[in-house]
């Protein structure tokens, strides 16, 4: 099963950004669509972004100040968050799945990092 650890959360004002990286081991990293969710106190975790195999397409719930990309000879997935709001505080996860096109989210697959939080102050 892949490990997956992420890394680049902080405190950041509103407005800032902020870049998160996931390392994956233990497995094939490009055989894994990967993605990002985060969890926010007293809420479900929810869907941020997915990145297919090849990074070819991607699939975001945040539109317009979230990128998501890969590097596979560096076995990471990274989450770029500019323009942060203070409703984007939450303990961020990478994950392994799948890319589902119908509804144009990831699934995923059960393989979890152990989170990195971010706040945003207003």
Excluded: H
């Excluded at 968050?81 to 799948?98: Q, R, W």
């Amino acid at each position: 099963q892949v490990q997956l650890v992420e890394s680049g959360g902080g405190l950041v004002q509103a407005g800032g950004s902020l870049r998160l990286s996931c390392a994956a081991s233990g497995g094939t990293f490009s055989n894994y669509a990967m993605g990002w969710f985060r969890q926010a106190p007293g809420k479900e975790r929810e869907f941020v972004a997915g990145i297919s195999r090849s990074g070819g397409t991607r699939y975001y719930s945040v539109k317009g100040r979230f990128t998501i990309s890969r590097d596979n000879a560096k076995n990471t997935v990274y989450l770029q968050m500019n323009s942060l709001k203070p409703e984007d505080t939450a303990v961020y996860y990478c994950a392994t799945g799948v890319m589902d096109l119908s509804s144009t989210r990831l699934s995923p697959l059960g393989s979890w990092g152990q989170g990195t939080q971010v706040t945003v102050s207003s």
